[in-house]
């Protein structure tokens, strides 16, 4: 249950569903998923958050793919349950295999684990990673 | 100032040198950095951490510019600062431009972002995305 | 399923019998939530915990609304969710409207952003920030 | 040492430069902090943050110096040292005052307590939270 | 719905038999949790992650009680939900009260928001901390 | 720089002093660190701070050592600086030794890695976790 109503298609605003056609338009799919539907409490909000999704996300100086599985890195670093399962249907979309998922969870493991065994013993920075 | 006392090669007992060594060919470099050097204090606790990390950050599904960017995408995201110099400099050397730590960071920050979005008003999970 | 039985008013000791009485005329409601139920299994825990809750968000410097804003902004940032849609209650019982959500949860996303890339590219504090 | 160069006015494109001027002037303040330098190694995104910034942080249904607190609130819960001392200046500078900042520190305290009794006991969300 | 394939023991290939037989005798259950069910999608992943929590987690300079206590922390501190209940199951086996557990987590609320005070209030180390 | 002066024994009030020698005495030593300095700029809350960790940290179902040793884990999880330093040291004077030290990262840098594990393939909790 969420903590605000969602805004369908059908009842929403015009400047609502001008963002929800950019949505499907820009990924090719025919429906608008929930976190849209959630922010759309506030049309600037919603237009403010997916003008940022739509930019950061294109492609760059990386390709997508590499864009959505960072994304499920983070996503499952801060137990984002949403998000976990959002993104890695995109990444999958993008071409992530299950043997990449794994190893895209253990490289993710891992990190979070010598994160804490630096947090934990403290040891300087070595200049040489100082530039 | 670390927690633990820095094990320098020279006064190193055998299974540690051995350690030391294997990191040193492996990775091409002449020096042992910090992070080895306090888990050295437990010889089978640095032979178990390094075997993980030569395990997981190997070439396998995802090639290894794209495991030390996910690396770094952690660090950030949980804030520890000698993984953030350490990985950097890791990626740096496979590859990463300036402007791909700038889009990187880039989708680090959206994802942060968007994580709280779902995570404060808790809309269900979209059915589309559970398979 | 809680990870301990919750304890009920009907059978509950007197001394915890006491704080739930103060919880709900303290808050003007007629019923205890789980929050207390469970810390009941531990009375001191439950005495602790209360008077903690009841002198940190009592009225002083800050009013009780903002107070409860800051306590959403911080359980979705931590994901907990729990303390997401206890608080959120909290909150609108004090006056928070749909919009004012909708802006706190922009700004706890922003922050979250701007502390990554903060994180990750490791510049210095300005000077003029150290008072 | 940061991550990047950090990119003074001075020297800094025209494109660059429109932000620092809007910076500047949108705050009432005449220099640039490192944020926004490091930000700068990629000039569409410098454009992209504040934009953010200056959309999510203008008054709205919540006012300034709230939503400055709000953000030490995130930043402390983070982890966050640049982001605390700029957010806490920034504060200041709206008016909160030390007994103001101690108690935004106490509820901050509080919630990061609560929210880890609440994920270690899981009991379920009461339905009366539920709407 | 786990994201991906649970693999039961009645179809798993020998290696991931060989693992599976392992975790049962070491444990002395006669069944298999999700977590590794799910790790077997990668059956060098399900090798490694299996030998790191035999050798982690068996006894040594701490006991393996206050070893699952101190994992009970760090869940409940990450909110990661899986972890919390069967690391909980896992220290009751090995004699947690639910006394201590109510204890542990008292500690472990404290800890939290004393972190963010520190965090939020940027003091340095005393000298007589560091060494 | 501390963001709050740091109140010393010499100016501080009587209700200051008096929480001040009560922590001298508990803990028998003769100086006070600086999480107590900082947390004086209030009396009340530097009042209500001690007394919960008096309380929460006294001998119990769980002996100090331990208790000390969650803190720690707690503190490396969340990378708190102050934290980290100030109960390491704690837990040393409660007899934790290099061994213990090094186990217990490990223990933590192995939930935090699990934790995640779990969070990015969102497996069920087995019903026979939940009791």
């Given at each position: 249950m969420a903590l605000v109503t969602l805004?369908?298609?059908a009842g929403a605003p015009a400047?609502?569903?001008?963002v929800y056609d950019d949505i499907m338009r820009t990924r090719g799919v025919d429906w608008i998923n929930?976190?849209?539907k959630a922010l759309a409490n506030d049309p600037r909000e919603l237009a403010r958050v997916w003008q940022n999704?739509?930019?950061v996300m294109a492609p760059g100086a990386l390709d997508p793919l590499v864009k959505e599985m960072v994304y499920v890195a983070v996503s499952a670093t801060n137990g984002c349950e949403y998000c976990t399962y959002s993104h890695t249907a995109a990444a999958r979309k993008q071409g992530m295999s299950?043997?990449?998922l794994?190893?895209?969870l253990?490289?993710?493991g891992l990190a979070?684990?010598?994160n804490r065994l630096a947090n934990g013993l403290r040891f300087d920075v070595d200049p040489q990673f100082r530039k």
């Amino acid at each position: 249950m969420a903590l605000v109503t969602l805004i369908e298609y059908a009842g929403a605003p015009a400047e609502v569903r001008a963002v929800y056609d950019d949505i499907m338009r820009t990924r090719g799919v025919d429906w608008i998923n929930n976190f849209w539907k959630a922010l759309a409490n506030d049309p600037r909000e919603l237009a403010r958050v997916w003008q940022n999704v739509k930019q950061v996300m294109a492609p760059g100086a990386l390709d997508p793919l590499v864009k959505e599985m960072v994304y499920v890195a983070v996503s499952a670093t801060n137990g984002c349950e949403y998000c976990t399962y959002s993104h890695t249907a995109a990444a999958r979309k993008q071409g992530m295999s299950d043997a990449m998922l794994m190893e895209l969870l253990a490289v993710v493991g891992l990190a979070n684990e010598t994160n804490r065994l630096a947090n934990g013993l403290r040891f300087d920075v070595d200049p040489q990673f100082r530039k």
